[in-house]
């Protein structure tokens, strides 16, 4: 039941804009984003609920479609500090069944 | 706050040793977990507690062990290490109030680990 992510990988040039999928067979009650920089711990972006929430901080804000199962990370005008693997994580139900995607490592070179 | 807190950073065991990892956490945070993460991929969840006196097997736990005696600490045993154990293993804690979402979890700095 580990969620789908996509793409694996995505390299950008500062400033372009980038999308990342997190998809679920399950229903799902909630969907987590994390970064990941390299030979550092996973740090926290954003938890979203179901109900189609759209939450978002600086450039980067997530959605979650419900219907589909599915939610999406945008980073938009990307900076150098960006670069990392991004994590989604899903909850099945209330504090159930978390389990992390596989991640979706994003470059940005200058 | 210290957050959460491993040790130690880094170990390089011989094959069929044991070991503890140590984890702390100063947030009274319920949920505590521990990951192990290969190079190049993903977290894949050791074990968990919901808390005191209450663990639960994740993905992966073969060849470990948990207890969580108390809040604060939840300690990951290594009984005859082997080298496919080799990987970065993260403890992290979060809070759950039942009938709501999990809260964001929070990482430790991970204990780099080396069995040969």
């Known amino acids: 039941q580990q969620p789908v992510q996509s793409p694996q990988a995505v390299i950008l040039r500062e400033g372009e804009d980038a999308v990342i999928n997190c998809s679920s067979s399950k229903a799902l009650y909630s969907v987590h984003w994390y970064r990941q920089k390299h030979g550092e711990a996973p740090v926290f972006l954003m938890i979203l609920l179901k109900g189609g929430e759209q939450k978002g901080h600086d450039k980067i804000s997530a959605s979650f479609n419900e219907k589909k199962q599915q939610s999406s990370l945008y980073l938009t005008a990307s900076q150098l500090s960006y670069s990392g693997t991004y994590f989604c994580g899903t909850e099945i139900y209330y504090g159930q069944n978390f389990v992390f995607g596989p991640g979706t490592r994003l470059s940005v070179l200058p | 706050n210290a957050g959460v807190t491993q040790t130690p950073k880094f170990r390089i065991l011989k094959i069929g040793q044991s070991m503890t990892l140590q984890c702390t956490q100063d947030?009274?945070?319920?949920?505590m977990y521990w990951y192990r993460q290969d190079p190049g991929m993903g977290l894949k969840l050791i074990y968990y507690?919901?808390?005191?006196?209450?663990?639960d097997k994740g993905e992966v736990p073969n060849g470990y062990n948990v207890s969580r005696s108390t809040t604060e600490d939840f300690p990951l045993r290594l009984e005859l290490a082997a080298p496919s154990q080799t990987s970065v293993y993260f403890c992290a804690s979060s809070s759950f109030i039942p009938g709501q979402a999990l809260y964001e979890q929070y990482f430790g700095p991970g204990t780099r680990l080396t069995v040969t």
């Open positions: 947030m009274n945070h319920n949920y």
């Open positions: 507690s919901v808390g005191a006196g209450i663990t």
